[in-house]
């Protein structure tokens, strides 16, 4: 089992930035891949941003050249570092953290961009 804690949302003006933080812990030497994906009010769940155990990032259309992840290992945290935020960035942002056997999800944090 991993365990999910996720931290660092909030509400901000369009044009400012934040930092989620994405802590796991349980098994996380089985973790292959961790990623944020993000539910927009009325609208599906959408993957945002992922990234591997040797650093591959991948990231989606819509946030490509705003957003990085990163990925700590010694602190078994994965981070997304948004940049300039629009109205339509609000979502809440989940953390998935991926084994060869299982999907585990965070609880999710609450981001809201005001224009």
């Known amino acids: 089992q991993v365990h999910l804690v996720e931290s660092g949302g909030g509400l901000v003006q369009a044009g400012g930035s934040l930092r989620l933080s994405c802590a796991a812990s349980?098994?996380?030497?089985?973790?292959?891949?961790m990623a944020w994906y993000r539910q927009p009010p009325g609208k599906q769940r959408e993957l945002v941003a992922g990234?591997?155990?040797?650093?591959?990032?991948n990231y989606a259309d819509s946030v490509k050249g705003r957003f990085t992840i990163s990925r700590d290992a010694a602190k078994n945290t994965v981070y997304l570092q948004t940049g300039t935020l629009k109205p339509e960035d609000t979502a809440v942002y989940y953390c998935?953290?991926?084994?060869?056997?299982?999907?585990?999800w965070g609880q999710g944090t609450q981001v809201t961009v005001s224009s």
């Open positions: 990234i591997t155990s040797i650093g591959i990032t």
């Open positions: 998935v953290a991926s084994t060869r056997q299982s999907n585990y």
């Open positions: 349980g098994n996380t030497f089985g973790i292959v891949t």
